[in-house]
């Protein structure tokens, strides 16, 4: 069993939709969550990063982490076609410093 | 915000040479790097952590005498595939941990595309 699972999808979305993209996870002592967009041959690009149980809100983007479920999820609201790219979710423990596990990515597609 | 510059974008070698990817903090000084591994459709590995000044610790299964990193100053962290191998061929990515991570996390590199022929 993988530490990070992550429905690598593809999700195909109209322009406007409500996305969501989740990853669970095993281990329990992660305790810093991120969500990475990467587009095609580039690196991620950060795009939320939690630390605790609870909502994160920054623009059209929402991260959510529940601890006790090991699940996290992110929320686009009103997508673009620019939102398509492979979805990352990242996790680090509080002890492993700089060591990312990474979730397999979901390939988002938003078309007009 | 903190920028990662990462060169070359895209290499391709012989097989049984050797090729050098850097990896620059812009506006930061990063004590710490790590360099990732991404194959075809699969997601981000860490291979190792580059440490200013000192060895670098390597991953389980990564290959220290194949993968040679160095980090001579507190921008610079480089990566050398030596005699590399089609197997060799993957997306190598760099990052850096910012001081103020509780904002802004690791900031990644554009990435390498190495390919092996």
């Known amino acids: 069993q993988k530490e990070v699972e992550q429905d690598p999808g593809p999700l195909s979305v109209p322009e406007g939709a409500i996305v969501s993209l989740n990853c669970t996870y095993s281990?329990?002592?992660?305790?810093?969550f991120m969500w990475y967009r990467q587009y095609s041959r580039k690196g991620p690009e950060l795009l939320m990063y939690?630390?605790?149980?609870g909502n994160k809100e920054d623009g059209r983007f929402t991260a959510q982490v529940d601890k006790s479920s090991k699940y996290i999820s992110l929320f686009i609201r009103d997508s673009q076609p620019s939102d398509s790219a492979t979805y990352l979710c990242a996790m680090e423990s509080g002890t492993s410093y700089g060591k990312l596990t990474f979730g397999q990515g979901t390939i988002l597609t938003v078309h007009p | 915000g903190a920028v990662v510059s990462q060169h070359p974008s895209r290499v391709i070698c012989k097989s049984g040479t050797s090729v050098k990817i850097e990896c620059r903090s812009l506006d930061f000084q990063a004590t710490t790097m790590f360099w990732y591994r991404q194959f075809p459709k699969q997601s981000l590995m860490l291979m190792a952590t580059?440490?200013?000044?000192?060895?670098?610790?390597?991953e389980q299964g990564v290959e220290k005498d194949k993968f040679l990193i160095n980090h001579a100053s507190l921008t610079l962290s480089t990566l050398t595939v030596t005699s590399a191998h089609p197997e060799d061929s993957s997306f190598y990515i760099c990052s850096a941990r910012t001081a103020t991570a509780a904002l802004y996390g690791y900031t990644f590199g554009s990435g390498t595309r190495l390919t092996v022929v």
């Open positions: 939690t630390y605790s149980s």
């Open positions: 281990n329990s002592a992660f305790q810093y």
């Open positions: 580059s440490n200013e000044g000192s060895k670098a610790t390597y």
